[in-house]
Each structure stands twice: as structure tokens, then as C-alpha cells.
């Protein structure tokens, strides 16, 4: 059993240092979604690879070129930085980002969005705070508390951090592909600080994330809007047809009505089915992250695994429809509708597109509509699963059980991560995502936070997984 006591009380005592780190990042407004934010996403680069560079690691700001599609900017720099290089050790990749979402007080929030306030309860608000700056910043804390403690880093660290994640990643994929067989040859395991826990009391560790497909349907008739007081009645109207058709894609209770989707899912084991049970987490839970009592199934494990395990299609919007306030008689010439499917094993992209778009095809020929139809698909992710027998994830649940005193939930994401894919893929190296904050952060909405305990205690749980995966993992 690693010694960490003297690690541990080193974080302790450097946490008022560890906040202030947290307040620098947070007032840099690095949202990489606007394009008069982008110099300060790469001012936030250029930050993290000085903070990176002062305790010691060699860092490279790897230039990915123009933004496809908006040309006129420069994509922030992608963090290749590594900290130790002793061929006697473990390597550890950690991936993380430095982007973040837009935020403004008039959105909502009760204190400005890029100055860390701390409440009395210890809450630390601010975008970015959990989402994803603390989480990074918890590794380099890891290594300041390892240094001042006279503790050596048990393994070396690869760090690959981006701008771009809150604005779809663009030119991480084609960096990681480029590097697999250069700056990433040496992993070993990685390990991703980028997600959440399922409540607030108590830590997990996921093993995998839903994919999601993204279609839309576009129904267009007359060659302009019309009036329904001249025309209702005269003519084939696209809402009409698309409302019918959409309605044909999921029950009230969520089952997915596609001939063919169930059985392209993978079955559950009696080893995965075990999981759920153990996990803290209540229908309560689940009422209050909704915000009322609609959800559809009675019992914790079945709301999980229709949370985690099982596919799920959602209807998102209709382009072209009106939907201001008042009453308007207008019949759309066009409209367009939007729904997604979020997938699971053994989902693959394109058999699941088939399906979908065989049943639209089917659908609108029954409405014997002279309306024009047009399928598209929009963008698709594929899920992604990682061995939780692995040494990697054991290395992490001995951790969270040395720092929390708990066994750690096993859980997967219900939403999508890309880059836990594009790793797995082209590294074939084990993904463990190992999340900081709680699931009451608030990331990518008003009023971010993260608690100083999530912080502070997560910098000590970072740490400690270093040991264990060295121990695991000894060569």
C-alpha cells in the first residue's frame, strides 16, 4: 500500500494556493465558441503550459492551423506537455481541456461568471470551475503536493490538453492520430478527469458513454408560406406530414418504435446487471435533477439502466415552424424536424442509420403525401466501453476507497465523450474516466461550481491513483 499520508497533508496545506490557481484560470474567459473570445482561449493555452512549465514538465503548444469553416480564425493550441520521463516507470496519459462554455451575469448567474466566488457551504462558482479547469488543475496540484512533500511522482505523466472541446474538438483527432506512434507511443493507460459523479455523496468511476446519431427530416410542399384561411384544406401542408411522422419514432415511455433497433443492443451480463444495484442513487435523486416527478420507470435500476445502458430517441425541434407568441394562421412551406438517437453496444453507426432511415422512407410513403421528403444525417458519434477488470480500474477504485473511505460506483455516461473513443481506438490502451465534481455543478449551465471539498479532496484522489496504477501496472 503506497505511504501517502505525508502527499495528503501537503495538499491540505497548499489548498488557499490551489484555489488561487483555480481564480487565475477562472478569470480568463476562454469560451471557444465565440470568435471575439478566441485570443483569450489561447492566452488560457499559453497559462496552463507556463503553470505546466514552472513545476518542471517540458511543454509543446502544438499549432492545429485555421478553423475548418471559419477560416479567418486560428484554433487555439493543443497542450502536449510530460512531466518525468524515466523508462523505469509507468506512463500515465491525462487528457483534459481548457475551453469553456459562454457565460455572461445577464444569462443568469448570481455572480460574475469569471470571478471564483465562495459561498458559505464552501461552493466555489465560476465557469469552468468544474467543467473542466479544476479537474486539470487538480494534476498539476497532484505534482506540486508530491514536490513539497519530498514525495516522488511514482510514474510518468503525458498530458495532451486542448481548446476546443466545448466547440467540437476540432484537431484533436488528426493530433492524435498523427502522434500515436510519436509523443503518445509510451502510454500505457490514460485517464480522463472530465466528467461527474452520479450524485454528490459518493465517487464512481465510468466505464462507457452512450453514442449519439443525429438526424433531421425535411418536409417541403408549397413554394412559399401560406395562409391557412386561402389554402387550408387545398393543399398537403409539410407540418401535418412531419408531426405524423415523427410521432411514429418513440412511444410516451421512451420505447423506440424503429423495426430493428432492439435487436442491435447488446444484451446485459449478470456481471454488468450486478452493478446497478450497489449504486447511491434514488428515485428521489432522480425527481430533483428533473425538477419533478415525470420520470417513467418505478425502480432506481431500471431508471439507470435507461439512463446508461440503453438506447434512447429524443425529439429536439422544428426549423421553419412558427412558434412566437400570438396566434398566426401561417401553413410552413418547409419545415425541418430534429431528433437524435443515443446508442449503445452494439449499435454501430451505420446500421442504425439504415434502420432510420428505411422507417422515415416507410412512413412518409404511407401518407401518400405530395410533398417532397429529405433524410439527413447531421453528425454521429459512436458509444464507447472500457474493461472495468482492467488494472486501471482497479488502481482507481483503490484510490477512491484510500481517500473516501467508500468503494466507488461503477457507472457509465448517458451522454457522449468523443476523445474516450478516439484514444481507445488509436492508442489500444484502457480509458478510465475518473471524475472531480459532483453532479450538482451546474457545467454548461448558470451559476458553475465546484465544491472546495470535490477540489481538494479529487486533488488527493488524482494523486493517489498515480500510486496505485503504478503499483498495478509495475514494470
Same mark, same amino acid.
Given at each position: ?6 502527499? !495528503? ?29 478566441? @485570443?483569450? *482561449?489561447?492566452?488560457?493555452? &499559453? ?43 509507468? +506512463?500515465?496519459?491525462?487528457?483534459? &481541456? ?42 498539476? +496540484? ?18 495532451? !490538453? ?44 465510468t466505464y462507457g458513454v ?8 425535411? =418536409? ?10 386561402? #389554402? ?5 401542408? @409539410? ?10 419514432? *418513440? ?6 418504435? =424503429? ?34 416527478t415525470v420520470s417513467i ?18 425529439? &429536439?425541434? =422544428? ?20 431528433? %437524435? ?10 446500421? *442504425? ?5 428505411? &422507417? ?24 464507447? *466501453? ?6 486501471? #480500474? ?23 465523450? @468523443? ?13 478510465? $474516466?475518473?471524475?472531480?465534481?459532483? %453532479? ?9 461550481k465546484l465544491d472546495k471539498? +470535490? ?17 498495478? $501496472?509495475?514494470?
Amino acid at each position: 500500500m503506497p505511504h501517502l499520508d505525508p502527499y !495528503f497533508k501537503q495538499v491540505d496545506s497548499l489548498q488557499d494556493a490551489f484555489i488561487e490557481r483555480l481564480r487565475e484560470a477562472v478569470a480568463i474567459p476562454s469560451i471557444s465558441s465565440e470568435d471575439a473570445r478566441r @485570443p483569450d *482561449v489561447v492566452k488560457m493555452g &499559453h497559462w496552463l503550459a507556463g503553470q505546466i512549465k514552472a513545476l518542471g514538465g517540458t511543454v509543446e503548444l502544438r499549432e492545429l492551423g485555421k478553423q475548418p469553416g471559419r477560416e479567418h480564425l486560428d484554433l487555439p493550441p493543443c497542450i502536449l506537455g510530460r512531466y518525468g520521463n524515466d523508462p523505469n516507470k509507468v +506512463n500515465v496519459l491525462l487528457y483534459g &481541456h481548457y475551453d469553456v462554455q459562454p457565460a455572461q451575469k445577464s444569462d443568469g448567474w448570481a455572480t460574475d461568471p469569471f470571478t471564483l466566488h465562495i459561498d458559505e457551504k464552501d461552493r466555489m462558482y465560476g465557469r469552468g470551475s468544474t467543467d473542466d479547469k479544476g479537474p486539470v488543475l487538480g494534476w498539476l +496540484n497532484a505534482i506540486e503536493a508530491h514536490q513539497k512533500a519530498g514525495v516522488d511522482v511514482p510514474v510518468n505523466l503525458l498530458m495532451c !490538453f486542448e481548446g476546443m472541446e466545448e466547440n467540437g474538438s476540432e484537431g484533436l483527432d488528426d493530433t492524435i492520430r498523427a502522434e500515436k506512434d510519436k509523443f503518445f507511443k509510451d502510454t500505457d493507460v490514460i485517464c480522463i478527469s472530465d466528467n461527474y459523479w452520479l450524485g454528490t455523496e459518493k465517487p464512481c468511476l465510468t466505464y462507457g458513454v452512450r453514442g449519439c446519431n443525429y438526424y433531421s427530416v425535411e =418536409i417541403s410542399g408549397p413554394g412559399q408560406d401560406l395562409h391557412s384561411g386561402v #389554402y387550408g384544406g387545398t393543399t398537403h401542408e @409539410p407540418m401535418t406530414d412531419l408531426v405524423r411522422v415523427m410521432n411514429s419514432f *418513440v412511444d410516451p415511455d421512451g420505447k423506440i418504435l =424503429i423495426k430493428g433497433i432492439d435487436e442491435l443492443v447488446a444484451p446485459i451480463t449478470a456481471q454488468e446487471d450486478a452493478l446497478y444495484g450497489p449504486i447511491a442513487f434514488t428515485m428521489q435523486d432522480l425527481h430533483e435533477s428533473l425538477g419533478s416527478t415525470v420520470s417513467i420507470h418505478e425502480t432506481k435500476e431500471e431508471a439507470l439502466k435507461h439512463k446508461m445502458r440503453y438506447p434512447s430517441l429524443s425529439l &429536439h425541434g =422544428i426549423e421553419g415552424a412558427f412558434y412566437t407568441p400570438g396566434a398566426k394562421t401561417v401553413i410552413p412551406a418547409k419545415v425541418i424536424g430534429k431528433f %437524435s438517437i443515443r446508442t449503445v453496444p452494439n449499435m454501430e453507426i451505420d446500421e *442504425v442509420t439504415k434502420l432510420v432511415e428505411k &422507417h422515415v422512407n416507410d412512413e412518409f410513403a404511407k401518407l401518400k403525401s405530395k410533398n417532397t421528403m429529405k433524410f439527413h444525417i447531421v453528425h454521429c458519434g459512436k458509444w464507447w *466501453v472500457e474493461d472495468f477488470n482492467h488494472p486501471n #480500474y482497479t488502481a482507481a477504485a483503490k484510490a477512491v476507497e484510500r481517500v473516501y473511505g467508500v468503494k466507488p460506483d461503477m457507472t457509465r455516461e448517458g451522454g457522449s465523450i @468523443p476523445v474516450t473513443l478516439t484514444f481507445q481506438e488509436e492508442l489500444k490502451k484502457n480509458v478510465l $474516466l475518473l471524475p472531480m465534481g459532483s %453532479s450538482t455543478d451546474a457545467a454548461h449551465s448558470i451559476n458553475e461550481k465546484l465544491d472546495k471539498r +470535490n477540489y481538494i479532496e479529487g486533488t488527493k484522489l488524482l494523486g493517489a491513483y498515480l500510486h496505485y496504477v503504478a503499483g498495478e $501496472l509495475k514494470k
